[in-house]
């Protein structure tokens, strides 16, 4: 098993690295990449900089889309309909398991890839979720088979050991929420 998580131009960088340590020290390789393979990949709002190793491979098992950083919601549209469509052609016909943070979900339905779908993002992108077709569930996490979205920007940590237990199992996700000092909270919705 192994887990990429996707970084774009004006990534939010708390929807990057919570998941990505999360899933690390729950024994899942991952790795940082994007579309375009290894560069340099700013995030939002001049933050800071991440390194993409890799090229994305829609392959692997586990892809984390995470959503993106502005000061204006026009912003934030124009970037995540950016990575949309830079990110939908790739993810279309992936096997692997994708998983959002925040306005990560607005990426993938702005692709066109959640309509009829279950998925969440943060409250405030709720509506438009739900004007692209999609069933916006208002919960922390949504599990949807293939398809795993996390609420606000602080979920992302949730995701991760949502990810381990539902991946590697209840006892390697205790031991990072241990480790983390970290107590899950909110709801995880399941359409199973």
């Not at 984390?64 to 990110?87: H, I, K, R, Y």
């Not at 991760?160 to 241990?178: C, D, H, K, N, P």
Request: contains cysteine; hydrophobic residues 50%.
């Amino acid at each position: 098993m192994r887990a990429q998580v996707v970084l774009f131009d004006g990534f939010d960088p708390l929807d990057v690295i919570g998941p990505y340590e999360t899933l690390m020290a729950g024994g899942i390789p991952t790795e940082l990449v994007a579309v375009e393979g290894p560069r340099q990949v700013p995030a939002g709002m001049n933050l800071l900089s991440l390194d993409a190793t890799a090229r994305l491979d829609p392959g692997t098992d586990v892809i984390v889309v995470p959503g993106a950083a502005a000061m204006q919601d026009d912003e934030v549209f124009a970037l995540l309909s950016a990575a949309a469509a830079t990110l939908g052609p790739v993810l279309r016909d992936s096997k692997a398991v994708i998983a959002t943070v925040c306005g990560g979900s607005l990426v993938l339905a702005i692709a066109g890839l959640l309509k009829g779908r279950n998925a969440t993002t943060n409250h405030l992108g709720l509506t438009a979720l739900e004007s692209m077709g999609v069933n916006a569930v208002r919960a922390r996490i949504v599990d949807d088979g293939d398809l795993v979205s996390a609420a606000g920007v602080t979920s992302g940590v949730d995701l991760g050991l949502y990810l381990v237990e539902r991946e590697v199992g209840s006892q390697q996700a205790l031991e990072v929420e241990t480790l983390f000092a970290h107590e899950r909270r909110g709801t995880v919705w399941s359409a199973a």
